[in-house]
């Protein structure tokens, strides 16, 4: 997926950009916001596709994003995840939070 | 001590400048021969303390970052410094996951991800003065070959 935002019914897709920072993340925050007042998101999923580096700033803008979703019953998903990438989000302890998409899509085609 | 080759940089503290200062010391580090990994490492490490500079430091008030690096032999030491308000217990700013703005979404992991991503840490700070960040990381080791100038 491209960089960017693009909400479907209660589906939030976030495209990342190649290097997340704070001040990247920032950004993501306010699309992520403007999106959320005009739509009833339950689920997220950030696009890791092109994503080359993330430092603590993604963390805190995916931990805020599974707070939000968690209170709605709702869910955050994470996809596209390189090897290098992986490191970060395990060191972060967000992989006990955020799922995987490529896993659970496999899991529901296979029912 | 054998030849060091040392760079200093100062810019802005604003976020724009992030890229900046991980692309510039990334750059810095090629010399070294290091692995995609270790380039990675070292840029998250930088993007850290200087995100740090920005929200901390100063606030998001004008200020200014500086970055002084230096090798020698495989061993490149970044510096990232500011001249913000510093803090008050070191110790407790290094806890993983304590922050002092939540309301801003930190996570508070930035010093644990320092630390992970570094062989060495070391924070100085004084309140009112500024706070000095020192990072170490031996590199290029993996790749067999010999950078050394002298």
Do not use: C
Request: hydrophobic share 35%; aromatic share 8%; charged share 30%.
């Amino acid at each position: 997926m491209e960089y960017g935002v693009k909400q479907e019914q209660e589906w939030l897709w976030v495209g990342l950009p190649e290097e997340l920072d704070h001040f990247q993340a920032e950004q993501i925050r306010e699309a992520v916001r403007e999106k959320m007042q005009e739509a009833y998101i339950k689920y997220v999923v950030f696009d890791f596709e092109h994503t080359r580096l993330m430092d603590s700033s993604g963390i805190g803008l995916i931990a805020g994003r599974y707070r939000e979703m968690a209170v709605r019953g709702g869910q955050v998903y994470v996809s596209h995840v390189s090897d290098s990438m992986k490191k970060v989000l395990t060191l972060s302890g967000l992989y006990r939070i955020v799922l995987p998409w490529e896993e659970t899509i496999t899991a529901t085609e296979s029912k | 001590m054998g030849n060091t080759n040392e760079m200093l940089v100062e810019f802005d503290a604003i976020g724009e400048n992030e890229g900046f200062a991980r692309v510039v010391v990334a750059a810095f580090a090629s010399g070294l021969n290091p692995t995609l990994e270790e380039l990675g490492d070292v840029k998250v490490a930088v993007s850290e303390a200087v995100t740090n500079g920005i929200i901390h430091g100063y606030g998001g008030q004008p200020g200014k970052i500086r970055i002084r690096a230096w090798k020698e032999g495989q061993t490149l030491t970044v510096q990232v410094e500011d001249r913000g308000k510093g803090i008050p217990d070191i110790e407790k700013a290094m806890e993983p996951m304590f922050t002092t703005k939540p309301e801003e979404e930190r996570s508070g992991m930035g010093f644990s991800f320092m630390e992970a991503f570094t062989d060495d840490l070391q924070v100085e700070s004084r309140v009112g003065e500024g706070t000095r960040v020192t990072m170490v990381k031996k590199m290029g080791e993996q790749n067999g070959s010999d950078n050394r100038t002298n």
